[in-house]
């Protein structure tokens, strides 16, 4: 009986799956080919993230399990080695497709544009941007989604003025059944409404959240796939700090988002949002705009003071290659606003009209998507029959 060839070999190899990137290593490029010698003795090279790499061992049992069992194969020796910087960026952005390939059914509507508002760091405003766009957006008849994504960090609530508990109601599985889904709590605004998530409503304001990195993101798991999301216009998420785990999972479960990057004048601020716009990219996520928060304070005597410095949006937007959607005003009643649960975005100082500006700039990058004549009704129909079945 001959040894197998090198095709024979490669077709074994994609059984050899890495359990951390739920792919196999031909896929992910990490097996780099493999000698036969004439009495059956095959050597396969493997290249590996870092060379201490936890599951070495592991994955060379597997290879030897898969090749060993090719006709005239006699025996197996794995050697690896360790991939260069440019292969461990190529090996992710694989990685990061074939996930978003298998991103998990959901309950929010096909046509729902979902942006998810990042800054990479904390003290920048994010959240009072991310409460006031959505409310300038729903105060134009459009129905807006808000799910706080800062789990351990939860502000949401109270600055939109919003108790209560999250409650779970039976609703329709798309002809599978009934099951539970988490209701979203809704507030009224102008001609339109709000259905906002959050932690908030299920922890006490002053409790605080000690989660691992796993549990913060399955919690956002819920409010994605198991909550009763009306027919929306927009999900608004807003994003916790930097660009770890919860980042990560939104977008396996969520690939076609769209972020928005807040950011404040100051230098520091816009490299930091630099790498949350670096991991939109490399997450194969459309950037939409830049947004600069405290971009600046008039005072009483109209004197203008550019408290943080300047230029810091405008730099962001220009480095990424996208707009600087609006330049948002330092302000007391913005502060005061999220304090007290009435947004800033409701009354009629230069903040709320800037803010009124913003919302009409999301409006024209990422525009409302009407499907009221189009056959993708169905495919709403279709998505919400298949999400249903997730739960047999």
């Not at 952005?93 to 998990?104: I, N, S, T, V, W």
Request: charged fraction near 20%; include cysteine; hydrophobic fraction near 45%.
């Amino acid at each position: 009986m001959g040894a197998p060839d090198e095709a024979g070999i490669r077709e074994a190899m994609r059984g050899v799956v890495d359990p951390e990137l739920g792919a196999d290593v031909v896929e992910l490029g990490m097996y780099q080919g493999a000698e036969v010698s004439p009495d059956g003795q095959v050597t396969v090279r493997l290249a590996l993230t870092t060379a201490a790499c936890p599951l070495r061992s592991q994955l060379q049992r597997d290879v030897e399990a898969r090749v060993g069992t090719l006709p005239g194969v006699s025996g197996v020796t794995v050697s690896t080695g360790e991939m260069s910087a440019g292969q461990r960026r190529e090996l992710m952005d694989r990685a990061r497709a074939a996930a978003q390939d298998k991103a998990p059914a959901t309950t929010i509507p096909a046509r729902t544009r979902v942006l998810a508002v990042s800054s990479g760091k904390g003290g920048v405003g994010k959240s009072s941007i991310t409460v006031n766009l959505a409310v300038a957006l729903a105060s134009r008849g459009l129905r807006v989604g808000l799910l706080d994504a800062d789990i351990a960090g939860f502000s949401i609530p109270r600055m939109l003025g919003i108790q209560g508990r999250i409650e779970a109601a039976r609703t329709s599985g798309g002809g599978s059944g009934e099951r539970l889904s988490l209701v979203p709590v809704t507030r009224p605004v102008g001609a339109g409404h709000l259905e906002v998530l959050s932690m908030g409503f299920l922890s006490g304001e002053d409790e605080a959240i000690m989660w691992r990195g796993l549990m913060l993101n399955r919690a956002v798991q819920h409010f994605v796939e198991d909550a009763s999301w009306g027919d929306l216009d927009y999900l608004l998420v807003d994003m916790p700090p930097g660009t770890g785990d919860i980042q990560m999972g939104l977008a396996r479960m969520l690939p076609r988002a769209e972020m928005l990057i807040v950011t404040t004048p100051a230098l520091a601020a816009q490299k930091v949002a630099a790498r949350a716009a670096d991991m939109a990219r490399r997450g194969h996520l459309r950037v939409a705009g830049v947004i600069e928060n405290m971009s600046g304070f008039t005072c009483e005597h109209g004197c203008h003071h550019e408290l943080f410095g300047s230029g810091g949006g405008q730099r962001l937007a220009d480095e990424v290659g996208v707009a600087l959607l609006g330049r948002i005003p330092i302000e007391p009643e913005v502060s005061s606003g999220g304090d007290t649960g009435t947004p800033a975005a409701l009354g009629s100082s230069p903040a709320a009209r800037e803010l009124a500006r913003l919302a009409e700039a999301v409006l024209s990058v990422a525009p409302v998507v009407e499907m009221r004549d189009c056959s993708a009704r169905l495919l709403d129909a279709l998505g919400a029959g298949a999400a249903g079945r997730r739960f047999e």
